[in-house]
T-cell receptor, first 111, second 111 residues
Framework: GESVGLHLPTLSVQEGDNSIINCAYSNSASDYFIWYKQESGKGPQFIIDIRSNMDKRQGQRVTVLLNKTVKHLSLQIAATQPGDSAVYFCAENMGDYKLSFGAGTTVTVRA | DSGVTQTPKHLITATGQRVTLRCSPRSGDLSVYWYQQSLDQGLQFLIQYYNGEERAKGNILERFSAQQFPDLHSELNLSSLELGDSALYFC??????????FGPGTRLTVL
């Protein structure tokens, strides 16, 4: 499943499929980007980050891609599991680690 | 569990009142951040403290203030409360690597 375009509020994905969540950021001078996951009733949880001198970074089942030319960030989740159901936020560092968050994408995993 | 604690978990109060939200950062973290999460505004950065000193300010109203104490815990004071102040308030803390760990939040309801 993939959120198409700059931002899609919801993404429904079949369990076991890969998910792609997209995000557009605003500040071309931002040097640090983070993806957070927020489950219902909890605070945002760090997933993965990337600095502006990189294009790609991989974690456990997650990959973040950064395209500075078009100011676009994406999060790829491999083999999506029911526990991945949550709201996903991208955030950019506006300076001094003041984070500006995107509106969030709600991911629902279908069994 | 992020290691960041917030109290109270829920707070219900009336318009015009004043409340204090409390945050204890992860052990050893010197930076504390406050965020407001509402349905219409999303997750917004309010203010950051570092080792007792204000470091950065975001979209924080003049009716709101914060401080960080010598033991590094922080309090966010909200006064002259309005209906629109109803939101989730999150505290996050970070250490030298600047990765922010979020607490579970305080849900404020203004009636």
């Amino acid at each position: 499943g993939e959120s198409v375009g700059l931002h899609l509020p919801t993404l429904s994905v079949q369990e076991g499929d890969n998910s792609i969540i997209n995000c557009a950021y605003s500040n071309s001078a931002s040097d640090y980007f983070i993806w957070y996951k927020q489950e219902s009733g909890k605070g945002p949880q760090f997933i993965i980050d990337i600095r502006s001198n990189m294009d790609k970074r991989q974690g456990q089942r997650v990959t973040v891609l950064l395209n500075k030319t078009v100011k676009h960030l994406s999060l790829q989740i491999a083999a999506t599991q029911p526990g991945d159901s949550a709201v996903y936020f991208c955030a950019e560092n506006m300076g001094d680690y003041k984070l500006s968050f995107g509106a969030g994408t709600t991911v629902t995993v279908r069994a | 569990d992020s290691g960041v604690t917030q109290t109270p978990k829920h707070l219900i109060t009336a318009t015009g009142q004043r409340v204090t939200l409390r945050c204890s950062p992860r052990s050893g973290d010197l930076s504390v951040y406050w965020y407001q999460q509402s349905l219409d505004q999303g997750l917004q950065f309010l203010i950051q403290y570092y080792n007792g000193e204000e470091r950065a300010k975001g979209n924080i109203l003049e009716r709101f203030s914060a401080q960080q104490f010598p033991d590094l815990h922080s309090e966010l004071n909200l006064s002259s409360l309005e209906l629109g102040d109803s939101a989730l308030y999150f505290c996050a803390s970070s250490g030298t690597d600047n990765e922010q760990f979020f607490g579970p939040g305080t849900r404020l309801t203004v009636l």
